[in-house]
């Protein structure tokens, strides 16, 4: 599975790693904020330092390779941030 890697402004490395075709888990940013819907789903996590996800951002820009990947939705379990493409 491919990976991405991502250098924050505080120097923080973010890495986005394919889980399998619809599911990359992010990897990195002890520290950071999240966003709930009215309905208690996700709306957004955002690294101290960044970059900033929420659902319906493009993650094909860190990967460089043309391939779409649109954040469908984000859940958090047991520790991980899974984003849903």
Same mark, same amino acid.
């Given at each position: 599975? #491919?990976q991405?890697?991502?250098?924050?402004r505080?120097?923080?490395?973010?890495?986005? #790693?394919?889980?399998?075709e619809?599911? %990359?888990?992010?990897?990195?940013?002890?520290?950071?904020?999240?966003?709930?819907?009215?309905?208690?789903? %996700?709306?957004?996590?955002? !690294?101290?330092?960044? !970059?900033?996800i929420?659902?319906?951002?493009?993650?094909?820009r860190?990967?460089?390779d043309?391939?779409?990947?649109? %954040? #469908?939705?984000?859940?958090?379990?047991?520790? #991980?941030?899974i984003?849903s493409?």
């Amino acid at each position: 599975m #491919k990976q991405a890697k991502y250098h924050n402004r505080y120097g923080d490395e973010i890495i986005f #790693k394919e889980i399998n075709e619809n599911q %990359i888990e992010m990897v990195g940013g002890e520290y950071y904020r999240i966003a709930y819907n009215q309905d208690e789903t %996700i709306n957004f996590i955002d !690294p101290a330092g960044g !970059p900033f996800i929420q659902v319906g951002t493009e993650l094909g820009r860190y990967f460089n390779d043309d391939q779409s990947r649109i %954040i #469908k939705s984000i859940v958090i379990e047991d520790g #991980k941030k899974i984003l849903s493409i």
